[in-house]
């Protein structure tokens, strides 16, 4: 054997000493957890007034949006607005229509009037 071989070797054998004591080690750490007070999102911490003012959600509402579907069993928001979204708009739409005596046929009319141009211009694109 050549002292190079004899190097190699003994080499070896303290590589493989250092990796044993290393999983001894790891196999006597202490099995008891240590207490932290983390919350699971960090994001979801706090008030959600960040002074934007907008139509979409900030990146804040959409977890919070997001962790409330998950929370409650719902896949995605198509899913929400199936179940329960649809029926809630429903039901407060309705308590205003009641509460302020506004017909249906008023607010029809009221709609059309505004927004007819615009009707007949998409429908006018979508038969082109």
Do not use: C
């Amino acid at each position: 054997m050549s002292s190079t071989d004899i190097l190699k070797n003994v080499q070896k054998k303290l590589d493989n000493n250092k990796t044993n004591d290393i999983v001894k080690k790891i196999e006597t750490l202490p099995t008891t957890p240590i207490k932290m007070n983390l919350q699971d999102n960090p994001f979801m911490s706090g008030d959600t007034s960040d002074g934007y003012v907008g139509d979409e959600l900030t990146t804040k509402q959409h977890m919070m949006f997001q962790n409330y579907l998950k929370r409650n069993g719902y896949k995605n928001f198509g899913d929400w607005w199936d179940k329960k979204g649809k029926k809630e708009v429903n039901d407060i739409y309705s308590e205003i229509v009641m509460d302020n005596d506004i017909s249906y046929k008023d607010w029809w009319d009221t709609y059309l009037q505004y927004n007819l141009n615009t009707i007949i211009n998409k429908l006018e694109f979508i038969y082109a």
